[in-house]
């Protein structure tokens, strides 16, 4: 397969149908196309990606199959499949075994380049109705963290029979302990003192024997003795500068957060273009390029490491309270070789410390977890070159109700946020019936680890954001809102309540929609702004 090659001319149709909104008619000149240039791989990309477009994942998943078949033996072409092939097949809940699906998600899972945790819930479900011997499952427990609630139990099951058995030789030994390694052990514990490798169970000291299937697990935990040889070696421009940022620091020192696996599949851009793009940008007033980019609390550095590799004309300089997180971000920037990233510790309070000015900063989830969110964005204001943007994001309030109900529950029962606490919390979510407000708490990815359900539930200080009080936020800071990121189904919510011309940068209408639909933002409500020159 060839996709550099000219495009035919029954592609350039299709796409003059899709665009017009014919799509019936865009998807027969796709499949016409495929027939006629069966090793055109855009034309099976463009074919399949209309198809789940229209629901139809089915077709979508034949085509490509289709074009993986084809692209036999032309590694590039076959790793530009498998990232649609995995986007496709995340979206997919089979209520039966499929071994072709099996086969699918195991193929995906073995390319180390793809994140493989979207991959964890239909590997979840084609599971629970396989045996033991299906060759996902080793995949599965080496590359994802469970997220799904039956198969917690089935994994626990597997677990305690292993232990009742002492078989050191069953096959999915080395996984299974890797996996509850992966999860932080957040599963509860089998009560019993264990011996030998059997003991990678449930994370009590083992000695793994020196063999290729423990190998994975032996480097993960080799990892965390580079991380923190990494963490003595990092700079500190300030310490915490109050109660809260110290108390915050403590808990992300116990359990960074998030421990990802793969990197983001970052699209190479001029980042700059990205910023003129905004709709209420001021172009003219922004900065000239190279662009100076500051993460202003950085945790783990996925978002850093995004940006980074995004364009590599930028110098990012990436913050956090953190050195246990930072020693994980830098550690995997090591890996990929940045050269335009660097790390410091310190708060994000006391950025003039830095002697420094950006061009832009990114605060993702930081300005909710301080004492005072309005200085620390006055903070972050205050380092901004004229012309410069923040791009900011923020807890809604109306999507973290069944947290705020979580905080009311462990503060009745007195659950702490160590190991012990965040394991009663959860067997009493797990326990609850599905019309509870609280089991919504099952359908995050970070209830299934020790470090995310903390994060998730046992924060030491957060806050909720309502849309009137992101305006006073904004305004409070001298800044002018110039980008508002909303997912697809929230975009589409937006114009079915007010129009396609509407503002989107009007709040009050974004409120109105949130209104409608409570958990429109539950992972947080992303937005940009502009300092006036």
Known sequence: MDPMRAAPELFLLAQQHARAGRLGAARAAYARNIEAHPDFLPGYLALSGLAAHQGDAAAALHVLRSALARAEGNAAARHAIRRPLADLLATLRPAAYDAGLADDVRGCLAGEELDPQPLAGVAARLLLHAGDTEPLWIAFLTRCINADPAMEARLIAMRDAL??????????????????FASQYVWSEPGIPLEGPMAALAGQPAALPDDPAWRPLAQRMGELAVEHAIAATIPCFAPPADGVS??????????????????????????????????????????AAPLRLLIAGCGTGYEAIDMARMDSG???????????????????????????????????????????????????????????????????????????????????????APVRAAHALIAERGWQGDAAGIRAFRA????????????????????????????????????????????????????????????????????????????????????????????LFAGMIHFWCQKPR
Request: charged fraction near 25%; proline fraction near 7%; include cysteine.
């Open 314 to 400: 930028l110098s990012v300089t990436a913050i956090d309270l953190s050195r246990a997180s930072l020693a994980f971000a830098r550690r995997k920037a090591e890996a990929l070789a940045l050269a335009n990233l660097r790390f410091l510790q310190g708060d994000l309070l006391a950025l003039a410390a830095l002697g420094e000015t950006f061009d832009m900063a990114a605060s993702t989830g930081v300005l909710h977890h301080m004492a005072d969110p309005d200085m620390g964005l006055a903070s972050i204001t205050e380092v901004l070159r004229p012309g410069g943007v923040v791009r900011l994001a923020v807890y809604s309030h109306r999507a973290r």
């Open 163 to 180: 232990i009742r058995s002492g078989d050191m030789g069953a096959p999915l030994l080395p996984a299974l302990a890797l996996h509850g």
């Open 246 to 287: 110290d108390a915050v620091r403590r808990q992300y020192e116990e359990h960074p957060y998030p421990r990802w696996q793969a990197p983001p599949a970052s699209r190479r851009t001029d980042f700059r273009r990205i910023l003129e793009g905004l709709p209420g940008i001021d172009r003219p007033a922004l900065p």
């Open 428 to 519: 009493h979510i797990l326990s609850l019936p599905d019309e509870d407000p609280r089991a919504m708490l099952r359908e995050s990815q970070d209830f299934y680890s020790l470090s995310g359900c903390r994060d998730l539930a046992f924060h030491v200080h957060e806050r909720h954001y309502r849309f009137p009080e992101i305006a006073a936020l904004v305004a409070g800071a001298g800044l002018r809102l110039v980008g508002f990121d909303a997912t697809p189904e929230a975009a589409a919510r937006f114009c079915a309540t007010h129009g396609a011309d509407a503002d989107p940068l009007d709040l009050d209408l974004w409120d109105a929609v949130e209104a409608e639909h409570p958990f």
